[in-house]
Antibody
Framework: EVQLLESGGGLVQPGESLRLSCVGSGFTFSSYAMNWVRQAPGKGLEWVSVISSTGGSTYYADSVKGRFTISRDNSKNTLYLQMNSLRAEDTALYYC??????????????WGRGTMVTVSS | QSALTQPRSVSGSPGQSVTISCTGTSSDVGGYDYVSWYQHHPGKAPKLMIYDVNKRPSGVPDRFSGSKSGNTASLTISGLQADDEADYYCCSHAGSYNYVIFGGGTKLTVL
């Protein structure tokens, strides 16, 4: 079964850091671009970041640029999101999502259940 | 980059059809055929329903269809069923440095 499982969320204070992880299984992880998408409480989906299959290319939403870093370890089938200088507005459920195809179709066909990040003093 | 514009809510009775619109600009929806739609039941992972404007992934019923005209994409759901009640999000490629942007979401109520 194709699956993504996120972990690493929690409650942190403004300005602190957190690293999210996402383990993929049931597919050739190293072949696909991977993404992070978040949903703030009561709000819609917001794309956060993407990393190419090799890790050579990364892109970020303006709202997180310079503070978040996406990376991957294909030997461990794991995607990461290092989040620094966290703000209250980063509070959200963070989903890991797999790109549909190779080359990318800019669509996400497999999603995890999400990991909750709460930034509050 | 602003979110794509969707109606906040739509509704229909079982068996009827509904259409959800998604309006962007020539820099996103109008500029690329990379429009996708997601169904999101609260507490569950979002589900891909349409990609490349009008293609359905394996397992998605043909009651779901997508289209695009100019800067506006649409998702049509025919033969409404109770389980179709969910939030629906459109998504479009928006250029190299804005990878994708989502719409604000539409809550579908099956009356």
């Amino acid at each position: 079964e194709v699956q993504l499982l996120e972990s690493g969320g929690g409650l942190v204070q403004p300005g602190e850091s957190l690293r999210l992880s996402c383990v993929g299984s049931g597919f050739t992880f190293s072949s696909y671009a991977m993404n992070w998408v978040r949903q703030a409480p009561g709000k819609g989906l917001e794309w956060v970041s993407v990393i190419s299959s090799t890790g050579g290319s990364t892109y970020y939403a303006d709202s997180v640029k310079g503070r978040f870093t996406i990376s991957r370890d294909n030997s461990k089938n794991t995607l990461y999101l290092q989040m620094n200088s966290l703000r209250a507005e980063d509070t959200a459920l963070y989903y890991c999502a797999k790109d549909l195809g190779v080359p990318s179709r800019r669509a996400f066909d497999v999603w995890g259940r999400g990991t909750m990040v709460t930034v509050s003093s | 980059q602003s979110a794509l514009t969707q109606p906040r809510s739509v509704s229909g009775s079982p068996g009827q059809s509904v259409t959800i619109s998604c309006t962007g600009t020539s820099s996103d929806v109008g500029g690329y055929d990379y429009v996708s739609w997601y169904q999101h039941h609260p507490g569950k992972a979002p589900k891909l329903m349409i990609y490349d404007v009008n293609k359905r992934p394996s397992g998605v019923p043909d009651r779901f269809s997508g289209s695009k005209s100019g800067n506006t994409a649409s998702l049509t759901i025919s033969g409404l069923q109770a389980d179709d009640e969910a939030d629906y999000y459109c998504c479009s490629h928006a250029g190299s440095y804005n990878y994708v942007i989502f719409g604000g979401g539409t809550k579908l109520t099956v009356l």
